[in-house]
T-cell receptor
Framework: GENVEQHPSTLSVQEGDSAVIKCTYSDSASNYFPWYKQELGKRPQLIIDIRSNVGEKKDQRIAVTLNKTAKHFSLHITETQPEDSAVYFCAASIGGGNQFYFGTGTSLTVIP | GAVVSQHPSRVICKSGTSVKIECRSLDFQATTMFWYRQFPKQSLMLMATSNEGSKATYEQGVEKDKFLINHASLTLSTLTVTSAHPEDSSFYIC????????????FGPGTRLTVL
């Protein structure tokens, strides 16, 4: 089955700095890679996703890059703000209606 | 976006009892629903995948007789934790997908189960 690894497990940055979280996956059939933000005790919220037919996607301060050859993808948050503090999870899936396999999560703290 | 609800949000029960958790898609038909459990400060671990009208597919290591899943309609899936024990205490989250043409999964708010 799919194995998704995520690094780092914790990350602290100063407000205004950038944060980068990296994930690797094992199954070359995976073609959909969402990123979720989860606040304590709440449901995961989709923040950005990327499909395997593109290498990069950006939405305001958030961007995701994908390297299919190397089987890794990364989340980039620029100009971080305290409200970005949360746990972020990457996931991999082989397509619509199929299971998500989540990374181990990254606890991001943005220091004001 | 699509809305998924879960009920109850919290439940405390005695060891040995069974607990049923409901997951509903409120504004779309969910051909597939997923059940996850999440321990404190850990990731979401997929437990099983359920498709409407068919038996659930369980992930390796998940006891199907302990975690009973029923997906009786396109808007409702239930997870029953049978003969619950303290080690079953966890955060259980469901998600729903509209089908093969839709990659996104919509998550419920989760159910905090505490077994005494």
């Amino acid at each position: 089955g799919e194995n998704v690894e995520q690094h780092p497990s914790t990350l602290s940055v100063q407000e205004g700095d950038s944060a980068v979280i990296k994930c690797t996956y094992s199954d070359s059939a995976s073609n959909y890679f969402p990123w979720y933000k989860q606040e304590l005790g709440k449901r995961p919220q989709l923040i950005i996703d990327i499909r395997s037919n593109v290498g990069e996607k950006k939405d305001q301060r958030i961007a995701v890059t994908l390297n299919k050859t190397a089987k890794h993808f990364s989340l980039h948050i620029t100009e971080t703000q305290p409200e970005d503090s949360a746990v972020y999870f990457c996931a991999a899936s082989i397509g619509g209606g199929n299971q998500f396999y989540f990374g181990t999560g990254t606890s991001l703290t943005v220091i004001p | 976006g699509a809305v998924v609800s879960q009920h109850p949000s919290r439940v405390i029960c005695k060891s040995g009892t069974s607990v049923k958790i409901e997951c509903r898609s409120l504004d779309f038909q969910a051909t597939t629903m997923f059940w996850y459990r999440q321990f404190p400060k850990q990731s979401l671990m997929l437990m099983a995948t359920s498709n409407e009208g068919s038996k659930a597919t369980y992930e390796q290591g998940v006891e199907k007789d302990k975690f009973l899943i029923n997906h009786a309609s396109l808007t409702l899936s239930t997870l029953t934790v049978t003969s619950a024990h303290p080690e079953d205490s966890s955060f259980y989250i469901c998600s729903a997908s509209a089908g093969a043409r839709d990659h996104e999964q919509f998550f419920g708010p989760g159910t905090r189960l505490t077994v005494l």
